[in-house]
Nanobody, 123 residues
Framework: QVQLVESGGALVQAGGSLRLSCAAS????????MGWFRQAPGKEREFVAV????????YYADSLKGRFTISGDGAKNTVYLQMNGLKAEDTAVYYC????????????????WGQGTQVTVSS
């Protein structure tokens, strides 16, 4: 059972930056893909970005390309989400997710979820 622990959520002003971290208890074929989703109040959970450990490739939601960057540290089993130019509409609970396989990531493919970390952007 892989456990995911997120950190880094905070209150930040619009235009600011934040880096989220997600540490996995181990790295196996079951969490070859590790990434982020977010869920704002009253909205569905949406895909943000994912990294594929085995092929070193990342995928992003089109609307977030250029502002958000996902990266990983294999030695620490940790993925990061660097968020720049934050906007009020980025306010959400950000969830780390992991799944086997390759490619982008849909929520129903995720095998493991973190507990979520709150990001609030004040305008």
């Amino acid at each position: 059972q892989v456990q995911l622990v997120e950190s880094g959520g905070a209150l930040v002003q619009a235009g600011g930056s934040l880096r989220l971290s997600c540490a996995a208890s181990e790295r196996t074929s079951n969490n070859n893909r590790m990434g982020w989703f977010r869920q704002a109040p009253g909205k569905e959970r949406e895909f943000v970005a994912v990294i594929n450990w085995s092929i070193g490739k990342s995928y992003y939601a089109d609307s977030l390309k250029g502002r958000f960057t996902i990266s990983g540290d294999g030695a620490k089993n940790t993925v990061y989400l660097q968020m720049n130019g934050l906007k009020a509409e980025d306010t959400a609970v950000y969830y780390c997710a992991a799944a086997p396989g390759w490619g982008a990531l849909r929520a129903n493919e995720a095998t493991y979820w973190g507990q979520g970390t709150q990001v609030t952007v004040s305008s």
